[in-house]
């Protein structure tokens, strides 16, 4: 569907990004401890766990917004140091924050390249940064119409949009830059039934041309409906882990309350 | 995870966003146009025969309108970056006496840009101290007024520094083009460059980002601590560039150019349709606010009223405007 977000000659379940061994403590509170976690392309791993768990934390430290006190990230293979957001998009992961998706004031074509502007007007207009704009609105369009993702104006402010829409703009952010491996921070937090559905479907096309998706959400039938492999976080440990197949949701629920693990 | 803002509120309440149509939207980015347009109507009216719509009239709110507007445009992308800056009269006031003092002792270019420094070197200072230390602008820029006013009072012994440089004069404000004052010439030359930048550069975008949701933008790789000290500069500089336009105008430098300006150019930034709490700004808007704002200066002025009561009048006005020009946008 979209610019080949699996890298050419990627099998699609090769190991896209794997975390090992990453701790972060915010003062005195251990938000995560000694976590490990393998993202394969074509796959949707879920990240679960209660409030407080350290699941925004690690997706945090796995896009550049935090710098982990201790492991190690490698991207195909080749261990890699995420110290900024811009670095985690260069090594080809998106995120999508769970309130830090799209700028409400700013339409949709904006939201969708920002950061990562068109420009124009030779070296000149490179230098201070003149902006393309029909060049973004037209890529826009042709991105949101290659996801079946429907949006009155394009020039409308983010802010007006719909729930689902905003969500779908976050995600079309990061297929339209090609991008192989997507963070989504509880993506249909409050949406509707339908606009939550869309989201899904939308996550399934992800996985379907090969990008490795991390999807953090509370909902355990979001988790068996759409997910391959769960990985489950309590108290900033990593208590379990499985491919959705072989468990169930009262398994799901066991781990996640500490009722239960695989580790 | 939990208590963060807009995005959570606005999500979890759709209804509430729908409700506000994009040709709403375009109506109410018309709205300082149309106030404009109908306060000069009034006045025109009210004051029919006391010369309002005289040449040399509006020639006079033009010239009193274009300090103004100069640093309602560089204010703009302040508020916009969701800082504010309330030092630009005190800066006003520096650059005029910096620009009469260098001009008289190493002439026309060094003087201009010495004068210039001035906006640069505060907005730098401001942008640095809010986002390094970590105070609001608000408080950083209000003590910055305090020192810079203190430095202009005590550079000359609160005496006026008279500028004797024909070319100075001529170029900043006393001259003109063909029937064109200078000053309105550098007003357009601001208004281009601020519009410019503000729609059309990459950085003008990362402003209202920044102003909008700062921990978004930064999370999505926007250096936003390097935005809002350039949004600081912006505003210093334009205030600086007021400065030189005042000392050009009036041939003098004085500790009390600008003194006053301060909510005069907030207010013009308001009205013009840019958001107090950042994320929504139009460098046009507040040119046109800055209009309106000399317009109801001289207008209450050829109305007869008292200084007192022009006060009383204008913080009414003031006010009311504004509450007027945010109800409208509240909703998107």
Redesign the interface.
């Known amino acids: 569907m979209t610019a080949s977000p699996g890298r050419q000659g990627q099998s699609p379940s090769a190991p896209a990004l794997v975390a090992e061994g990453v701790s972060k403590a915010f003062r005195a509170v251990q938000a995560l401890e000694d976590v490990s976690i393998e993202l394969r392309y074509g796959r949707v791993t879920a990240l679960l766990g209660d409030?407080?768990a350290g699941k925004?934390t690690l997706v945090k430290c796995l896009?550049?917004?935090y710098q982990p006190d201790a492991g190690t990230v490698s991207i195909d293979g080749v261990q890699r140091a995420i110290p900024?957001?811009?670095a985690a998009?260069s090594l080809g992961i998106e995120?999508v924050?769970?309130?830090?998706?799209?700028?409400?004031?700013?339409d949709v074509a904006?939201n969708l390249f920002?950061?990562r502007?068109h420009?124009r007007g030779g070296p000149i207009g490179r230098r201070?940064?003149?902006?393309d704009?029909k060049r973004m609105r037209a890529e826009c369009e042709a991105t949101l119409g290659r996801l079946d993702i429907r949006i009155?104006?394009l020039?409308?402010?983010a802010?007006?949009?719909?729930?689902g829409q905003?969500q779908a703009v976050a995600i079309g952010r990061a297929v339209a830059w090609g991008q192989r491996i997507v963070l989504l921070d509880e993506p249909a937090?409050?949406?509707?039934v339908e606009q939550t559905a869309r989201v899904l479907d939308l996550i399934r096309n992800l996985r379907d041309s090969g990008v490795a998706v991390m999807l953090i959400t509370h909902n355990m039938e979001r988790v068996i409906d759409v997910c391959d492999h769960a990985v489950v976080l309590r108290q900033g440990r990593k208590t379990a882990e499985a491919p959705v197949r072989d468990v169930t949701k009262s398994d799901l629920v066991a781990f996640i309350t500490g009722a239960a693990t695989t580790e | 995870m939990g208590g963060w803002r807009a995005g959570r509120v606005r999500r979890s309440l759709p209804h509430r966003s729908r409700r506000a149509r994009p040709r709403d939207r375009d109506l109410q980015q018309h709205v300082v146009y149309l106030a404009f347009a109908l306060i000069l109507a009034a006045f025109a009216v009210i004051l029919r025969d006391d010369g309002f719509l005289s040449s040399s009239n509006l020639l006079n709110i033009g010239r009193q309108a274009a300090p103004i507007a100069v640093m309602a445009v560089g204010m703009t992308f302040a508020l916009a970056a969701a800082e504010i800056d309330l030092s630009v009269g005190s800066v006003v006031a520096l650059a005029s006496l910096v620009a009469a003092e260098v001009v008289a002792a190493a002439g026309f270019w060094a003087g201009t840009l010495a004068a210039l420094g001035v906006g640069v070197a505060a907005g730098l200072v401001n942008g640095l101290i809010a986002v390094k230390v970590r105070i609001p602008s608000f408080l950083v820029t209000l003590g910055m007024l305090g020192v810079i006013s203190g430095v202009a009072r005590n550079m000359n012994n609160l005496q006026s520094y008279p500028i004797r440089n024909d070319r100075f004069s001529a170029v900043f404000g006393a001259g003109s083009a063909g029937p064109i004052s200078s000053l309105l010439i550098w007003t357009a030359v601001a208004l281009a460059l601020g519009h410019v930048a503000l729609r059309h550069l990459r950085w003008g975008r990362y402003v209202l980002a920044t102003g909008a949701n700062r921990e978004a933008a930064n999370a999505l790789g926007i250096r936003t601590d390097r935005v809002r000290i350039g949004a600081l500069v912006a505003s210093g500089t334009a205030a600086a560039f007021a400065g030189v336009l005042l000392a050009g105008r009036l041939a003098i430098g004085r500790h009390d150019l600008g003194e006053n300006d301060l909510l005069t150019v907030i207010a013009a930034v308001v009205i013009g349709g840019t958001s107090l709490f950042g994320g929504r700004g139009s460098v046009a808007g507040a040119v046109v606010g800055a209009a309106i704002m000399a317009m109801l200066n001289n207008g209450l002025i050829l109305m007869g009223l008292r200084v007192a009561d022009q006060m009383i009048a204008r913080g009414v006005i003031i006010v009311v405007a504004v509450a007027l020009s945010m109800r409208e946008r509240r909703e998107t």
């Open positions: 409030n407080g925004s896009a550049g917004v900024t957001p811009d998009r995120t924050h769970q309130t830090l998706a799209v700028i409400d004031t700013l904006a920002l950061n502007e420009l201070i940064g003149l902006l704009h009155p104006s020039r409308r402010a802010g007006l949009l719909s729930g905003r937090a409050a949406l509707g």
